[in-house]
């Protein structure tokens, strides 16, 4: 064997790839699935019925340790409530449904040497949540006796949404040089159109937006790219960057021949040229105290049982093993079967975090951006999207937040390490700031409106009192008018309500200097005459100076 570059026996990557959904579709009691519920020609995704709702029988032990890792507030949010007790009412499913595309049998890749290799598919899924306009695409593929140089290769080239740039020779940089999805007769699918160089140009240029690859546009129909030209019901941007973050597995036969650069360079994704890692030693030192989960690794020791190391960053998780272990390997009960699930949920929930807040951010940037203070409409809208943004956030407190996942040590600490590589508690914090700051503004717009309301009100009914008296004043007889003809008494019924009416309206146009003037009368500062009389005369050119100046309120 060539310790230099080993074969991993057993290869398997889960790409998890957060969206953010817009469309005339999203949003509503039954979104964001419910165009996927559907069956057609044009959707290939079937609902995949949960372990949970078939018959208890057929109910696996390796999905009750699946179950058993998380704490009981996570398993209600990934499974549900349970059956309801006869006669209760409420919710009990999950808030997640997923969907799967059976159409997809392998992924064909070009490495860098030229040699193709097709990965097994083993699943593409998609995962929709309850409530919040984000799906997860989910693609796990699998492949047998690779050297390492060669997955290397695959961890740094495959999972790009979009080229980062271009070669001189045309070909897209840090991309595969040829990625096809391959159905279950042989047959190509869709291959990716990444060196299309001039089509990405193009594209970004006109919508200030990334085009995403082909082949990922091909997997995500019936839903179409927010700037496409396709006609979609529903339509899906990016929100993070364009390298889907990932889960790797390998099995090699001795891991104990990896350094900690090799671990570093697997972890962060660089390429497989055999060259020294170019980064300084306090950065190497960075990363494998900040990278490196080393709670079964000990390479002193020389057992099988020592010989697992996890490293994660956030965009990453690579678990490297023996794959001489029997633990390690085994798929059902053993480390494989907690990689493909249990695993892959934690960085799911870390991921879905993150997205859903960067959403909900995104949200509140367009509500300020649209905000036109001399529009009313755009003043109304924005008043409605902001409301229906703190109900989704608040809901998404409740609903999908959580800091503690598992008391199983492992889990634990990876999801504590993978929120913390996300930022997540620092996104949450600051959205739980620019929620408070936006309905701050609101309580204080409403305060301010409801002030303004009772002031011309007040004034109103201060200065009332003299249309009150006017209008009493035909009532108490002086003038006897009652046996006169009705053009008569009309007449001065006109010449009492016309004055009240236009002192009304200069009440209201004036409420605002006339609430001064009684204030500035009323108040005890001002002793003398003189110095009352010059108050008056102050507080009146000033607010005849404010009405001849156009006023925007904000």
């Known amino acids: 064997m060539n310790l230099a570059d080993p074969i991993v026996r057993h290869f398997r990557q889960i790409l998890m790839w957060p969206l953010q959904l817009l469309g005339d579709e999203v949003g509503g009691a039954d979104s964001p699935w419910a165009f996927l519920e559907t069956p057609g020609e044009g959707n290939p995704w079937r609902e995949l019925a949960d372990e949970f ?42 808030p997640i449904r997923v969907f799967r595309r059976h159409d997809i049998a392998a992924c064909r890749m070009q490495t860098q040497n030229g040699e193709m290799v097709d990965f097994r598919a083993q699943h593409v899924d998609l995962y929709c949540f309850f409530d919040i306009d984000i799906v997860i695409l989910v693609v796990e593929i699998a492949a047998d006796e690779l050297p390492l140089s060669q997955i290397q290769d695959v961890l740094y080239r495959f999972g790009r949404s979009s080229p980062a740039g ?22 190509v699918l869709a291959v990716s159109d990444m060196n299309e160089r001039a089509e990405f140009l193009r594209f970004t240029g006109a919508h200030r937006a990334q085009k995403v690859a082909w082949h990922w546009q091909f997997l995500l129909q019936p839903m179409v790219l927010h700037h496409s030209v396709d006609v979609g019901a529903v339509r899906y941007r990016q929100i993070e ?20 650069e090799a671990f570093i360079g ?13 980064y300084s030693p306090a950065t190497l030192q960075e990363c494998r105290e900040e990278m490196f989960y080393d709670r079964f690794w000990n390479p002193a020791l020389g057992d099988l049982r020592a010989s697992m190391r996890v490293t994660c960053n956030g965009h990453a998780m690579v678990m490297v093993g023996s794959a001489k272990d029997p633990y390690f390997s085994d798929s059902e009960s053993g480390t494989l079967g907690q990689f493909r699930h249990q695993y892959f ?10 997205a859903a807040l960067l959403s909900l951010s995104d949200h509140l940037v367009n509500a300020v951006s649209l905000l036109d203070l001399d529009d009313p409409g755009s003043e109304r809208r924005f008043r409605d999207t902001i409301r229906s943004t703190r109900e989704v956030f608040l809901r998404f407190n409740h609903r999908y937040w959580f800091h503690e996942v598992s008391n199983q040590s492992m889990a634990k600490d990876l999801f504590e390490m993978w929120s913390r590589h996300l930022g997540n508690d620092r996104l949450f914090q600051e959205l739980r700031e620019e929620v408070l700051d936006m ?13 303004d309301a009772v002031l011309r009100l007040t004034v109103v009914t ?21 046996d006169n003809p009705l053009p008569t ?11 009240t009416v236009l002192l009304t309206l200069l009440t209201v146009r004036y409420s605002r200097m006339i609430a001064d003037l009684i204030d500035t009368l009323a108040d005890d500062s001002h002793v003398g005459l003189h110095s009352r009389v010059r108050a008056l005369k102050q507080v009146f050119r000033s607010r005849r100076k404010d009405l001849r100046t156009p006023r925007r309120e904000y």
């Open 241 to 260: 960057y364009h390298r889907i973050p990932k889960l790797s597995y390998l099995a090699l036969d001795d891991p104990f021949v990896l350094s900690d």
């Open 53 to 94: 709702t078939v018959d208890p029988d057929q109910f696996q032990e390796r999905h009750y340790r699946e179950f058993v890792t998380f704490l009981p507030h996570v398993q209600r949010f990934l499974y549900g409530h349970g059956r309801p007790i006869a006669g209760a009412t409420g919710h009990n499913e999950s």
């Open 166 to 187: 271009w070669d001189s020779t045309g070909s897209a940089s840090s991309c595969l040089p040829y990625c096809a999805w391959i159905g279950h007769e042989g047959q």
């Open 462 to 482: 201060i200065l009332g009192l003299i249309g009150t008296i006017a209008t009493g004043f035909l009532g108490m007889n002086l003038i006897d008018e009652a």
């Open 489 to 499: 008494k009309l007449l001065y019924f006109a010449m009492v309500m016309i004055p």
């Open 345 to 354: 949920l934690l960085g799911l929930i870390a991921h879905f975090h993150k």
């Open 266 to 278: 697997l972890t962060m994704g660089t390429r497989s040229d055999g060259l020294p890692l170019p």
């Open 439 to 451: 309905g701050h503004y609101l309580d204080s717009d409403d305060a301010r409106k409801q002030g």
